[in-house]
């Protein structure tokens, strides 16, 4: 059912963890399951990912879409990076079943989530970007106070 690069990345997922003082955070919600993907990007002077990071509260299909995205975004620049889609990446690891589509959303979407949150908090415009629905990163401040 899934491909050996989709088990691969499930298994021994890429870039899990944190990034302290990132320059970008973003965390969406998946309507459809309630999972959770939350993305740290780590953006130089140049606009270029230096470093990318991952956690989620998600299925496996979430997991390995989400390992892979930060493979194929880190080392592009943000304007590079906002055309990877899921389907970018479910190409990269040779397809998921019908029924795990929804959930490499995830990772695309919290990756525009990361850039929107660093475009604002650098008070710049990225062309193309717009905020994804799915953004809950607010929602989740709202709780903290
Ligand atoms: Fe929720 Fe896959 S089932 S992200």
Redesign the pocket.
Known sequence: MYSEKVMDHFTNPRNVGEIDNASGVGTVG?A????IMRIYLDIDEDKIIQDVKFKTF??G??VATSSMATELVKGKDIQEALKITNKAVMDALDGLPPV?V??SL?AEEAIHAALWDYAEKNGIVIEGLEKPKSDISEEEHTEEY
């Open positions: 998946n459809k399951c309630g999972d998600g299925c299909a979430a795990k929804h959930c995830l």
